[in-house]
């Protein structure tokens, strides 16, 4: 509600409700932006062109695929739980955009400054898991279940990691509020968490490689939260049909695509705001003002999706056993130490 | 070698592994496309690339070798004998036009494009062209017709060939009918021999 007192506008119910529509407003915006970048990189890396005949070079090719899956007629399995099956895919997207909510896109933009914000991402973010299950369980399909199942471990796996990072970021900075974490590291690069943050010299050399690995693990382990290739296992569309949406059709289809690119945004987004100075300019007080704040926010952002998307069209999907293997014997031990190193250096 | 060894070996190949692989990535990522945008962009075809058949119909002579070489039967030539008062002229190549060509019928979607009968033409009339774009929603458009002869035109020629025939059926009748001078003897067939 800082955005209201920017402006200087009353509090009423009406620009509550615009005013927390934005980042909806954003989601569909960035969607149709990814879904574009996503196919024209991936075609790209494997020297082709993707859409060229919608349009200059296809640019109007995600609105008529939105236009496509619009008129798409909505099918629910004869033997499916309806009201479970309707409803997972809105439960999906709420857990995603309510992580939204604890953003800070900009100085003058957050959506509820609480003092848990990144807690409260973890937790509503966890709601995915439940509309997965939902999904995949109400479809009454082998293929489905067998993805929920998976997802359900994979997220509970990895958000082990997920959170330990998160941890080390609010060990350096004191705050779980995300506004608060980036206005500590306002005034350029060197203080960005990911560089040791604003602590003196000999605390930051020392402290830096644990930050950088830091950075690195959780950016691994979000990758596995939205379920995307190294670790799409939920999804495997040549092993499982798409999982847990393999019965949806048309809207709820394109609701649960939605829902999976604001997630790897929602994700960047944190990883932006804890370790990557969030809104703050790189180039301390030069660029900065509400406006410019959104562009750096955006713009990191986008970078670390466009790196998700670079790495699902390098590697290839991991198995079951090493996608387990990676959560529990390699990233966990190695974050227990960087939690121990941060901890003992910051006491110094 | 020793687990822990063993542990961070496998950590270090795997993040090198990701590593190379992102920059191979990286680099095609900058690398022109190898796409061809085909209808707006066609690849020079082969010199000797075998399309679709085409036939000079004015230089067909009818001999029927292309039609007897093809392994789909897809070639069917209907041919009128000439009467020696019509000329057909000759074709390109030299060859004196005898037989008149009423159908000459080549059913394109059986065709497989082997080239079996642009060798025998005498006269190379029926050749292999690089056109590759003739898709049609009725496969009856399939069939050409590469006779030019109007059915007016295949009547009379009908009527006289006919009439020829009777003509010299009945010459031969009469023939028939007269004393038949006696056969030439014809020399016993020599058995061959042996090359020396």
Not at chain 1, 268 to 275: E, I, K, R
Not at chain 1, 298 to 307: C, I, R, Y
Not at chain 2, 153 to 180: I, Y
Request: glycine fraction near 6%; proline fraction near 6%.
């Amino acid at each position: 509600m800082e955005l209201l007192q920017h402006i200087g506008l009353e509090q009423n119910l009406l620009t509550i409700v615009l005013v927390s529509a934005l980042p909806l407003v954003f989601i569909l915006l960035y969607a149709l932006v990814t879904l574009y970048l996503e196919m024209k990189v991936s075609a790209h890396i494997q020297d082709r062109l993707a859409y060229m005949r919608t349009g200059w070079h296809g640019v109007l090719q995600p609105f008529a695929d939105i236009l496509k899956l619009l008129q798409k007629e909505d099918t629910v399995p004869a033997a499916a739980d309806r009201f479970l099956f309707k409803l997972a895919p809105f439960v999906v997207f709420a857990g995603t955009y309510a992580g939204f909510a604890a953003i800070p896109f900009s100085s003058a933009y957050i959506g509820s400054n609480i003092n848990l914000g990144v807690f409260f991402i973890i937790a509503a973010s966890s709601l995915v898991v439940i509309g997965i299950l939902m999904g995949g369980w109400a479809s009454n399909n082998k293929w489905s279940i067998f993805g929920a199942i998976r997802s359900a471990a994979q997220m509970v796996s990895y958000e082990i990691p997920t959170a330990l990072a998160i941890l080390i970021a609010v060990m350096i900075t004191g705050s779980l509020n995300l506004q608060e974490v980036t206005q500590y590291q306002s005034g350029g690069i060197q203080n960005w968490v990911v560089f040791g943050g604003s602590l003196p010299l000999t605390q930051k050399l020392l402290i830096l490689p644990f930050t950088l690995l830091t950075f690195f693990i959780l950016f691994i382990a979000s990758i596995a939260e939205v379920n995307r290739t190294p670790f799409d296992l939920p999804e495997a569309e040549s092993e499982l049909v798409q999982g847990f949406n393999t019965e949806y059709s048309g809207m709820r289809f394109a609701m649960f695509y939605l829902a999976e690119y604001a997630n790897m945004f929602l994700v960047s987004a944190v990883a932006v705001s804890l370790f990557l100075g969030g809104w703050s300019s790189p180039f301390g007080e030069a660029l900065s003002g509400p406006l410019w704040d959104l562009f750096w926010f955006v713009a990191k952002g986008m970078f670390l999706v466009f790196v998700q998307i670079w790495i699902r069209w390098t590697l290839p999907r991991l198995r079951v056993d090493q996608l387990m293997y990676t959560s529990w014997k390699v990233l966990t031990p190695f974050l227990f130490l960087c939690v121990f190193a941060v901890g003992l250096i910051l006491v110094l | 070698m020793d687990p822990v060894r063993t542990y961070f070996r496998n950590i270090w190949l795997a993040l090198s592994s990701i590593a190379i692989g992102m920059r191979i990535t990286m680099k095609h990522l900058f690398v022109p496309s190898v796409t061809v945008q085909y209808p707006d962009v066609k690849l020079k075809l082969p010199e000797r690339a075998r399309n679709r058949l085409y036939v000079n119909i004015d230089d067909c002579i009818g001999c029927d070798q292309c039609s007897m070489a093809c392994p789909v039967d897809c070639i069917t030539i209907e041919t009128i004998k000439s009467t020696p008062d019509q000329d057909l002229g000759v074709t390109s190549t030299g060859h004196k036009k005898r037989l008149h060509v009423p159908k000459f019928d080549i059913d394109i979607a059986k065709c497989c494009y082997c080239g079996l009968c642009v060798y025998p033409c005498p006269t190379e009339c029926i050749v292999m062209t690089d056109v590759y774009e003739f898709s049609e929603f009725d496969r009856n458009n399939l069939i050409y017709n590469f006779s030019v002869m109007t059915p007016a035109e295949v009547e009379t020629a009908r009527v006289k060939a006919k009439k020829a025939e009777e003509e010299a059926a009945a010459k031969k009748a009469a023939a028939a009918a007269a004393p038949k001078p006696a056969p030439p003897a014809s020399p016993p067939p020599v058995p061959p021999t042996e090359p020396t």
